[in-house]
């Protein structure tokens, strides 16, 4: 893509800017909390677009108050999964709703491979195209 | 951050207008007002209080010393205020800036302590998570440890209470609650729990006038009054209770309020006939006087009570 020079992947808020700092995480939090939406910590190491549901490190966090709580599990799981991407959502569970907020990525591994696009030849000459990520070439636990 | 940068133009502090900013004063004449007795308390959170305050004014001058440590432990016999005064204390913390919000998370062991391996840290890092901001109460600590189990998951919820406590000071307050005795058992099992507290407060039994004194406040608060009979009644009733076993102070005193209610309620009902607010407010000397606690006094209770009557 030209307009991500950098091979990152962008998906969800801020995905464009350079990483967020703690204390742009806390602010950011700390908006979800004020509209009452839990506010979750998930990880995956197959960032596909179509891979909606990553991993959960523990439940989403009701009825918290403050911040400081929810930085505390992302640290935790930065120091449990240093090299996955991890992302931070946040869910709105107002009746009818109830969907994710907010969603944006507070870490990602360094060396980011990508995807390519792969051709399928099918029926006749026509072509089917599918993104793949070159990360899953290899087997989970070694992808980065 | 460069001292000298942070340092107002005048280089001084105000000190007059952070209090009366703090709003602390209103929520410490509430204290005085609401609160009976309890003076070693109320002195322990002024000055508390005056601490912050200072500190605040410190930091507007660039001086730092880094936050205090406010890790309380409040030993005392039931009924003795505990828990309201942790309340207060959730709100006063707020008020001097110390915690962000100011909630109050009440737990006690069940609530941190899991039931099979690996269920206690989550457990207890969600309760902690949910108090971060605010001020995490403890009730009856000392079931945290059992030394009589050498297995028991209590210790590993008071490792990561530990933790917490040292490493996000600025985060939580965390007051542990108890009986005298069995909190210092407590302390002394677990030295690094009792270094990581900063204020020990015990609160002291109530008096007899202080108790009846509670006693008016808290049927104020209900919406009862006391017939000046009924006042005397209750009077005998609260010192006669006193040298009972299982006297929980406060807790007694309003236990004994509710059972009155009810015979207050009953004698209305018996009466029938129209009511009007007075004889619906007005608690009745017999209302007080039909307790248990005046049939089954003690022997040497009994016999003073007799040559009275």
Same mark, same amino acid.
């Given at each position: 893509m030209m307009t991500n020079t950098g091979n990152r992947i962008t998906q969800g808020q801020f995905s464009f800017l350079p990483e967020l700092t703690d204390?742009?995480?806390?602010?950011?939090?700390?908006?979800? /909390?004020?509209?009452?939406?839990? *506010?979750?910590?998930?990880?995956?190491?197959? $960032?596909?677009?179509?891979?909606?549901?990553?991993?959960m490190y523990g439940n989403p966090m009701f009825d918290l108050k403050d911040p400081a709580g929810i930085l505390m599990e992302i640290n935790h799981c930065r120091k449990t999964f240093p090299?996955?991407?991890? +992302?931070?959502?946040?869910?709105?569970?107002?009746?009818?709703?109830?969907?994710?907020?907010?969603?944006?990525?507070?870490?990602?591994?360094?060396?980011? $491979?990508?995807?390519? /696009? *792969? +051709?399928?030849? *099918?029926?006749?000459?026509?072509? +089917?195209?599918?993104?793949?990520?070159?990360?899953?070439?290899? $087997?989970?636990?070694?992808?980065? | 951050m460069d001292a000298a940068e942070a340092e107002p133009d005048d280089g001084k502090v105000d000190l007059a207008r952070l209090f009366r900013d703090s709003h602390v004063q209103e929520v410490l004449e509430r204290l005085d007002h609401e609160l009976v007795g309890l003076k070693p308390v109320k002195t322990r959170i002024s000055e508390i209080a005056a601490l912050l305050l200072i500190e605040r004014g410190r930091k507007q001058l660039g001086l730092?010393?880094?936050a205090p440590s406010l890790h309380m432990s409040f030993t005392g016999n039931p009924g003795t205020g505990k828990t309201t005064v942790a309340v207060r204390m959730a709100e006063i913390l707020h008020n001097l800036g110390y915690v962000r919000h100011g909630h109050l998370v009440a737990v006690t062991r069940d609530d941190l302590v899991g039931q099979y391996i690996g269920h206690t840290?989550?457990?207890?890092?969600?309760?902690?998570?949910?108090?971060?901001?605010? @001020?995490?109460?403890?009730?009856?600590?000392?079931?945290?440890?059992?030394?009589?189990?050498?297995?028991?998951?209590?210790?590993?919820?008071?490792?990561?209470?530990?933790?917490?406590?040292?490493?996000?000071?600025?985060?939580? @307050?965390?007051?542990?609650?108890?009986?005298?005795?069995?909190?210092?058992?407590?302390?002394?099992?677990?030295?690094?729990?009792?270094?990581?507290?900063?204020?020990?407060?015990?609160?002291?039994?109530?008096?007899?006038?202080?108790?009846?004194?509670?006693?008016?406040?808290?049927?104020e608060r209900m919406q009862y009054a006391l017939s000046p009979c009924a006042r005397e009644a209750l009077q005998d009733y609260i010192e006669r209770r006193m040298a009972q076993p299982d006297f929980a102070n406060a807790?007694?005193?309003?236990?004994?309020?509710?059972?009155?209610?009810?015979?207050q309620a009953n004698r209305l009902f018996a009466d029938g006939g129209a009511m009007d607010r007075s004889k619906l407010t007005t608690l009745e000397a017999d209302d007080i006087r039909k307790s248990r606690v005046f049939t089954m006094a003690p022997a040497d209770e009994t016999r003073t009570a007799t040559t009275r009557e």
């Open positions: 204390a742009q995480i806390t602010a950011q939090v700390r908006y979800a /909390l004020q509209n009452d939406w839990a *506010v979750s910590v998930e990880y995956t190491d197959d $960032p596909h677009p179509r891979n909606t549901y990553w991993e090299s996955h991407y991890i +992302r931070v959502m946040a869910f709105n569970s107002t009746r009818g709703v109830e969907s994710p907020a907010m969603s944006f990525i507070v870490n990602r591994p360094k060396p980011e $491979p990508g995807f390519g /696009l *792969v +051709r399928q030849e *099918v029926d006749g000459r026509a072509i +089917r195209y599918t993104v793949h990520s070159y990360a899953t070439d290899k $087997p989970e636990s070694e992808r980065y | 730092n010393a880094g840290a989550p457990k207890t890092k969600e309760v902690l998570k949910k108090a971060m901001g605010g @001020v995490l109460f403890i009730d009856e600590a000392y079931y945290l440890y059992r030394p009589e189990n050498e297995r028991d998951y209590g210790q590993e919820a008071i490792e990561i209470l530990l933790q917490v406590m040292e490493n996000q000071r600025d985060d939580l @307050v965390v007051i542990l609650a108890g009986y005298k005795d069995r909190m210092d058992t407590f302390f002394r099992s677990n030295p690094g729990m009792r270094s990581r507290i900063a204020h020990h407060i015990d609160f002291p039994d109530y008096s007899a006038q202080e108790l009846l004194t509670i006693a008016q406040l808290m049927l807790r007694s005193i309003r236990n004994a309020l509710d059972r009155a209610r009810l015979r």
